[in-house]
């Protein structure tokens, strides 16, 4: 059974993560695998370490896959809800509260492995109407975020004041997205100009966890160096203060880290379908039967963006596809995917950088049970 170091981060000034190309007003409220991957490679790179040899001794043997980086409140870790719905429900709550259901983005710990175990869901939907009392399952966040009832007592402290009733969980915020006005000056006319921002903010004793599976992790990152267990701690410290997403200069993305804590999944095994904890990018050998397989369900997310370089100027990425967490994929063998190089190419080759950009596409994949299967089956 693959165990992952989880590591939670706390957001004191909030967060920027970006969703929709150049659009500032919108930000994300999870930090993708291949996002959390190349801010670990900066920072390698702030720490005076050669950023292409890390990246290029990953892709040769990778000493560890990431998930991304879900919400969490208080004790109560999410995970993303999974791409065919049906593993969850049967067709009659599919039907009669299909809405409700696909406003869920995330369900905890506690439900994810009741799945795992080949349990139905459907009794553990939180009630249509707030006035109703919960039972087996409580909502969060307007019902974005799914528990257990029994989850409850882990949630942050301060929700706790009172237990007369849960009803109300229902509009406790985890985070809390804004439009945050901002301002740049012309430098030719000194005439300056509003724009916006888009800004999460996570409460008290929330914000978001991510998981390291390592497979090697006492390699060295070069020769006679550091192991990649000492680099990562190193490169989560200089994260801390760097921050991680956008509009860092305004004081978005810095963090405190707590843990890692143990966390166990189910094993993955080869052609048989896994929940995918992380973005993935197949390999050519790993196509079409890792998202053609059965029981594979799968999104996409099309993914660019800029690249910061110390030898050149901010271009824009190549862009790929990746494969969405809570897809359910079936690759041949583990660890699945690959680290893409997405530098852009130009006519002029003077335009050209450099150096590789690395997108992390390596997988983790909890495995599906037999009895999962059967229940869905």
């Known amino acids: 059974m693959p165990s992952l170091d989880a590591y939670r981060l706390s957001f004191s000034g909030g967060l920027h993560l970006g969703t929709r190309g150049l659009n500032l007003e919108e ?15 900066d920072a390698w790179r702030e720490l005076g370490g050669n950023a292409t040899a890390y990246g290029e001794r990953y892709r040769q043997a990778p000493p560890y896959v990431l998930t991304s980086a879900f919400p969490f409140a208080g004790h ?3 995970f993303p809800m999974p791409a065919d719905l049906s593993r969850l429900f049967g067709e009659r709550t599919l039907a009669n509260d299909g809405k409700r259901i696909k406003r869920i983005r995330y369900l905890s710990e506690t439900l994810f492995r009741l799945a795992f175990d080949g349990r139905r869901l459907d009794d553990y939907l939180f009630p249509a109407e707030d006035y109703v009392e919960p039972k087996a399952g409580i909502a969060l966040q307007e019902g974005a975020l799914w528990l257990a009832a029994d989850e409850v007592s882990d949630l942050p402290q301060m929700w706790q004041s009172s237990r007369s009733s849960v009803r109300g969980l229902r509009y406790r915020q985890v985070w809390a997205s804004a439009r945050v006005p901002r301002v740049t000056v012309s430098r030719v006319e000194s005439a300056s100009n509003i724009f916006y921002a888009g800004r999460v903010r996570f409460a008290p004793e929330c914000g978001l966890w991510f998981g390291v599976q390592w497979l090697d ?14 680099a990562l701690r190193e490169q989560l410290a200089v994260l801390q203060h760097a921050g991680l997403g956008g509009e860092r200069a305004a004081g978005y993305g810095a963090f405190t880290c707590a843990g890692p ?15 995918l904890l992380s973005r993935y990018h197949p390999r050519e050998d790993e196509l079409p039967d890792a998202l053609t397989g059965e029981g594979a ?15 050149s100027a901010a271009q824009r990425r190549k862009r790929i596809y990746l494969v969405n967490e809570g897809s ?3 690759p041949p063998g583990f660890p699945a995917g690959d680290v893409a190089d997405v530098r852009p190419t130009h006519e002029n080759p003077d335009g050209d950088v450099s150096h590789p950009v690395y997108r992390c596409g390596l997988a983790v994949i909890a495995g599906i049970s037999a009895r999962q299967e059967a229940a869905h089956g």
Do not use: K, M
């Open 217 to 230: 992790p006492d390699a060295s990152v070069n020769a006679g160096g550091a192991t990649f267990a000492e």
């Open 328 to 330: 359910i994929v079936c």
């Open 27 to 41: 930000a994300g409220v999870h930090l993708p695998s291949d996002t959390l991957f190349a801010a670990l490679v």
């Open 76 to 78: 109560v870790r999410f």
């Open 297 to 311: 369900a799968y999104t996409l997310a099309s993914v660019a963006g800029w690249l910061r370089s110390p030898q």
């Open 261 to 275: 804590d143990s966390l166990a999944l189910p094993d993955p095994a080869p052609n048989r379908p896994g929940w």
